[in-house]
């Protein structure tokens, strides 16, 4: 069976299953901890753990259902991509992480491609993407054992397209899905080229209450066309393509709620002029 090895551990995120759980059970039990509700799809950060972990963490943890049945397959998209990249997915075989393999769901990747224009790529010939790697460790802890579906989405009309045709091929195939969207959100200073503010508190109170701002109103208002404009014209999204699939996704799956379970930026931990922010927010009925 093909594998798709790991790229970051060790250096992004621990290499050993102990070290992850560790550092796991250490984000389960900072600020809010996750969510409780009825939380079907999520926006997560993909930094290294030491920035953006726990956001990411204990969004994903805010997913598992309170009730017993068990789900099948979570659908995670990333990676980035301009709006003219083609969208890709893996189609078969497993995924690496320290805390075990996570299985791809190939009848329910074979199906989505079956009914969308999208590249089929093999594990050994996936490329790496700290977007979706960071999210594989927390996958396999909070969901043992589901399968993953695992999507590259451009910033591009078809991403809302793919979301909702996940959704669909999930419910025809009658498999019950959980979909994280993987995204950071403005990358700022002099490192990113991207200084319209100046540098200091100055620059991180406007990318707070005005740029990301502007980006979670529009995930929080699941408008799929207003996600991808924001990422692509504000810079304020590194994977709007992702963010605007996982918006689409939650729409069709009957969600008609946002919750932004947390906000911070790299400037919290390192004050440096050069920083990213990082949100986890989640989408569910009410």
């Known amino acids: 069976m093909e594998k798709k090895r790991t790229a970051f551990a060790g250096t992004w995120y ?4 102990e070290a992850c759980n560790i550092e796991i059970l250490q984000f389960l039990s900072e600020k809010t901890g996750p969510a409780t509700g009825d939380f079907t799809a999520g926006i997560v950060p993909h930094a290294g753990w030491v920035y953006s972990g726990s956001i990411a963490c204990r969004t994903i943890a805010s997913l598992v259902p309170s009730g017993e049945k068990p789900v099948d397959t979570i659908v995670l998209f990333g990676a980035h991509m301009h709006r003219q990249s083609e969208p890709f997915v893996m189609t078969q075989g497993a ?3 320290p805390l075990g393999d996570i299985a791809v769901d190939a009848e329910m990747v074979e199906a989505l491609a079956d009914s969308i224009s999208i590249r089929k790529r093999s594990p050994v010939k996936f490329v790496d993407e700290n977007t979706l790697e960071l ?3 927390f996958i396999k802890y909070f969901f043992p054992k589901a399968k993953i579906v695992v999507c590259g989405v ?3 009309f078809f991403a809302p397209i793919i979301g909702t045709m996940a959704v669909e091929t999930a419910n025809a195939l009658k498999r019950t899905i959980r979909v994280i969207g993987s995204t950071d959100m403005t990358h700022y200073g002099p490192d990113f080229g991207f200084t319209p503010a100046g540098t200091g508190k100055t620059a991180v109170e406007w990318v707070t209450t005005s740029n990301d701002a502007a980006a979670l109103a529009a995930m929080k208002n699941m408008d799929d066309k207003e996600i991808i404009a924001q990422g ?13 699939a996982t918006a689409a996704a939650a729409k069709k799956m009957g969600a008609n709620q946002a919750l932004v379970l947390d906000y911070a930026t790299s400037f919290d931990k390192t004050g440096s002029d050069s920083f990213v ?6 989408y569910g009925r009410d």
């Open 95 to 97: 995924i690496e992480t």
């Open 135 to 137: 999210q594989y460790p």
């Open 154 to 156: 451009a910033p591009s």
């Open 232 to 244: 692509l014209d504000h810079h304020n999204m590194c994977c709007p393509g992702a963010a605007a």
């Open 14 to 17: 621990p290499a050993s299953a």
């Open 277 to 282: 922010g990082y949100t986890g927010l989640l």
